[in-house]
């Protein structure tokens, strides 16, 4: 009787055991599964933190719009125009870092010569913001020699006029990363004589 008592207490024994030793299991699979979710989750947010902030993108230097504060242009032998210019320019940065750019210059064309020069000072873009800015140019046609097609603009009452410039600057992140960055424009517009206005201002 005794023996059987024993016998009973051992299997009880083993069989408590062997709940414990799969319980045990159970828990450091759940663990386990638990660590590679978290694993596989962590992989996720870095690539699209990788993809996304960390992912740095040339900002966008544009003209928005410009108005004529003076206009002079004449057909006489040679044909003659003197323009004073006030733009809007805007410096889009789509990124999670701001973008500190230097100063530099706005070419502005006539057929390929070069008629003036505005002056855009240094500044700062913040992260995902547009800065705008108010620059003032003054135009003539003194470098433009023999050009017979300027005296048919003028008397067509349009200026077909165009401009172009580059913004060097850094895009700065979580002030740890530095990256260096430009921003080109290039715009064609045709400027009334006859309303003095600037139209059709298109930038790429």
Request: glycine share 0%; charged share 15%; net charge positive.
């Given at each position: 009787m005794a023996e059987q008592s024993y016998q009973q207490r051992k299997t009880e024994m083993e069989s408590a055991e062997e709940v414990s030793k799969e319980l045990k299991r159970k828990k450091r699979m759940k663990l386990l599964v638990y660590a590679l979710a978290f694993a596989i989750f962590q992989t996720i947010v870095i690539l699209v933190f990788s993809l996304t902030v960390m992912r740095i993108k040339n900002p966008k230097f544009r003209v928005l719009s410009i108005t004529v504060e003076d206009l002079?242009?004449?057909?006489?032998?040679?044909?003659?125009?003197?323009?004073?210019l006030n733009a809007q320019v805007a410096v889009k940065n789509n990124n999670f870092g701001h973008f500190k750019f230097q100063n530099t210059t706005i070419s502005f064309d006539y057929g390929g010569v070069g008629v003036g020069d505005a002056f855009v000072d240094k500044g700062r873009s913040k992260a995902r913001s547009t800065k705008k800015m108010n620059v003032a140019v003054e135009l003539n046609s003194n470098n433009i020699l023999n050009n017979s097609s300027l005296q048919r603009e003028i008397e067509s009452g349009y200026l077909a006029l165009t401009c172009h410039s580059k913004l060097s600057g850094k895009v700065q992140l979580m002030k740890l990363i530095k990256k260096k960055k430009s921003a080109e424009m290039r715009c064609a517009m045709l400027v009334n004589l006859l309303t003095k206005a600037v139209q059709d201002i298109k930038c790429q």
């Open positions: 002079q242009a004449v057909t006489t032998n040679p044909p003659y125009f003197k323009i004073k």
